[in-house]
């Protein structure tokens, strides 16, 4: 059974930053790509970053240079280290993993106040 536990979220003020975990369960965490989405309140859900198995990232324009996304295959756990915030970075963030279908885990709100 795949399971996905996110982590770490909160509330900080504009140019603060916030590190997330995601600790995965039930699947071959070295050979599989992790990403990051997020929701924000009444938007659609988007991409943030990935990392393959190999360690290769791409993170979408928004957060470029701002976030670093990475991976400890011991722990089976992937991150997201979020710096310079802005307001804008308010959403729900759910780490995502696609096999023979999308998983995702339950969450965790980040809410970057002015």
């Known amino acids: 059974q795949v399971q996905l536990v996110e982590s770490g979220g909160g509330l900080v003020q504009a140019g603060g930053s916030l590190r997330l975990s995601c600790t995965s369960s039930?699947?071959?965490?070295?050979?599989?790509?992790m990403a990051w989405y997020r929701q924000a309140p009444g938007q659609q859900r988007e991409w943030v970053a990935a990392i393959t198995s190999s360690g290769s990232t791409n993170y979408a324009d928004s957060v470029k240079g701002r976030f670093t996304i990475s991976r400890d295959n011991g722990k089976k756990s992937v991150y997201l280290q979020m710096n310079s915030l802005k307001p804008e970075d308010t959403a729900i963030y759910y780490c995502?993993?696609?096999?023979?279908?999308?998983?995702w885990g339950q969450g965790t709100q980040v809410t970057v106040s002015s």
């Open positions: 039930g699947i071959s965490f070295s050979l599989i790509t």
């Open positions: 995502n993993v696609q096999l023979s279908r999308a998983y």
